[in-house]
């Protein structure tokens, strides 16, 4: 089939597997594993950042338009900012079983990554992927959980008052806080793992 095709296969596919399987003790399993590599990988994350996390693992891409032209554009112009480095892992998972991944810029340019490419593999991921604010509020209570078992540097009562102040906006989302930012200089894009094809770069560059 052909690419958009493709595309509409892997949407409906993904409807279908969250009417098959609900939410089960493994997924909150792989979503613990999942937050527990970050705060490994990112010790200095804060609450703010767990919900950029959950918020990307739920609802995909921040909304970045539909103009491919743009989308390349501000690519190029963003990994003309950044070093080519190997020190990150190319890709990072953001959700149970591996559906959506962080695209780190620094070693896609490294690696020679193609903007383009990467341009038209987060369109393609805005159709791949339909997210919900259902599964968002479900992450977020496995987080509380996480804080309520000792698992998480940040007491129950914090990430509760986050929560609390995100469901009177409307769950917006949010940039990564001052400290992360500062620290780990984030650079990346959210991706549908079934339009990771359109790289042409290794499916295996993760965090371990």
Same mark, same amino acid.
């Given at each position: ?35 527990? !590599? ?15 996390? !959950? ?18 554009? *501000? ?5 003309? /900012? ?38 038209? !593999? ?16 479900? *992450? ?40 992360? /930012? ?5 650079? *990346? ?20």
């Amino acid at each position: 089939p052909g690419s958009r095709q493709l595309i509409s296969l892997l949407c409906r596919g993904g409807e279908a597997l969250s009417r098959v399987n609900p939410p089960s003790p493994a997924e909150e399993q792989a979503w613990q594993g999942i937050v527990s !590599a970050h705060l490994t990988r990112y010790p200095l994350l804060q609450v703010q950042d767990l919900y950029k996390l !959950a918020y990307q693992a739920a609802l995909g891409s921040e909304h970045l338009g539909k103009d491919r032209g743009q989308i390349t554009c *501000y690519l190029r112009e963003e990994l003309a /900012r950044i070093p080519a480095s190997l020190t990150q892992p190319l890709y990072e998972e953001i959700a149970p079983q591996g559906v959506l991944v962080r695209v780190n810029l620094c070693p896609f340019k490294a690696l020679g990554g193609d903007p383009a490419a990467l341009g038209d !593999a987060l369109l393609d991921s805005m159709t791949a992927f339909q997210g919900s604010k259902t599964t968002l509020e479900r *992450y977020w209570q496995w987080l509380e959980a996480m804080a309520e078992a000792g698992l998480l540097p940040f007491p129950l009562s914090a990430l509760q008052h986050w929560i609390e102040r995100m469901r009177r906006e409307g769950y917006p989302p949010v940039h990564h806080s001052p400290l992360y /930012r500062t620290h780990y200089r984030p650079a *990346y894009r959210v991706i549908h793992r079934g339009c990771l094809w359109r790289l042409s770069l290794p499916e295996r560059r993760r965090i371990p």
